[in-house]
């Protein structure tokens, strides 16, 4: 994020919005690279005719993380986790969040940002 401040022009917007923007863009970057690196290790294992993975040890691994993530969720306040749970679950955005919500867009912004902070430094930052 510091790297990329000069790009933060307040013209554009707030630096809230420039910040969950940059958050945002950062995480489907990240699901992005995960899916197409997932797809290469597949094709190179049916070229090689060798299992990509353990299938129970990656159902092993994938449920331990959903239950991490879950029990993060727990630790936010109500308000918190269903703002999280609208965006990052069910695929509203944050304006749409408001709406569902019938609270103002700066109110779901504050929850989004103070809600995926306490996230974070649940998952130690590796979120």
């Excluded at 420039?18 to 290469?40: K, N, P």
């Excluded at 308000?79 to 069910?90: C, E, N, P, W």
């Amino acid at each position: 994020l510091w790297r990329s401040a000069a790009r933060f022009d307040p013209r554009r917007g707030s630096a809230l919005s420039w910040v969950l923007t940059v958050a945002h863009r950062r995480a489907v970057d990240r699901v992005r690279s995960a899916r197409a690196a997932g797809e290469r290790d597949r094709r190179e294992a049916r070229r090689a005719h060798q299992p990509a993975f353990d299938q129970v040890s990656e159902e092993v691994e994938a449920g331990l993380e959903r239950e991490w993530v879950r029990r993060c969720l727990d630790r936010l306040t109500a308000l918190q986790r269903q703002s999280v749970t609208l965006a990052y679950y069910d695929g509203y955005t944050y304006r749409e969040v408001a709406e569902r919500l019938r609270l103002p867009l700066g109110t779901v912004k504050t929850r989004m940002r103070d809600g995926l902070g306490r996230l974070r430094d649940c998952l130690g930052g590796v979120a």
